[in-house]
């Protein structure tokens, strides 16, 4: 029987939500799996992902095959760096003190790294709002000038077509 590690869609219509799980290959994609690994929200800016590390890890060891999905998520939230960790560990190459160690490091700035996105991301849409909220008040002060433009115009076409009616009679 051949696992892979892949997604399994839920939500509605045009608001997917996704379990990451491990599932026999020819089993439906929403239908029967194994073990549930974690879960994947793509509609919140970073997308949210949950992953339990050591499941994940032990269904890898095992021989399971992730998707190209499941591999970029693995791969984001350092399941496969700490594999390649153990496989030297294994190999003999440093100890598992070591492996986590440098494991640790590199979670450490890797959250420094999605913090920062978060940040970057908040910062452009407090622009994008600030943007848009100048626009709309530029629309408004123009609808305004040209309102008052019009009615400036309308009491000086006023003034010229009285003006002519009363020198007539003053002619006569």
């Known amino acids: ?6 997604m399994q869609r839920h939500g509605s219509k045009k608001r997917p939500f996704y379990f990451i ?3 026999n290959s020819t089993a439906p994609r929403d239908g029967k799996f194994i073990e549930k690994i974690g879960t994947y929200n793509p509609l919140t800016v970073p997308a949210t992902i949950r992953i339990d590390r050591d499941k994940a890890l032990s269904w890898l060891n095992k021989g399971a095959q992730p998707t190209n999905t ?8 350092g399941v496969l760096y700490m594999k390649h960790l153990m496989r030297g560990v294994s190999l003999g190459l440093f100890d598992e003190a070591a492996a986590m160690q440098k494991f640790e490091a590199w979670n450490a700035d890797h959250e420094k790294l999605v913090v920062a996105r978060e940040e970057n991301n908040r910062k ?5 709002r600030q943007k848009a909220e100048q626009e709309s008040v530029r629309l408004v002060n123009e609808k305004q000038a ?7 115009e309308a009491t000086a076409t ?4 009285e003006a002519p009616a009363e020198d007539a009679p003053a002619a006569e």
């Open 70 to 77: 499941v591999r970029r998520i693995l791969s984001f939230k």
């Open 1 to 6: 029987m051949a696992v892979k590690l892949r």
């Open 158 to 161: 006023e003034d010229n077509t």
């Open 124 to 128: 452009q849409k407090i622009e994008k």
């Open 21 to 23: 799980v491990a599932a």
């Open 146 to 152: 040209a309102k008052a433009a019009a009615a400036a």
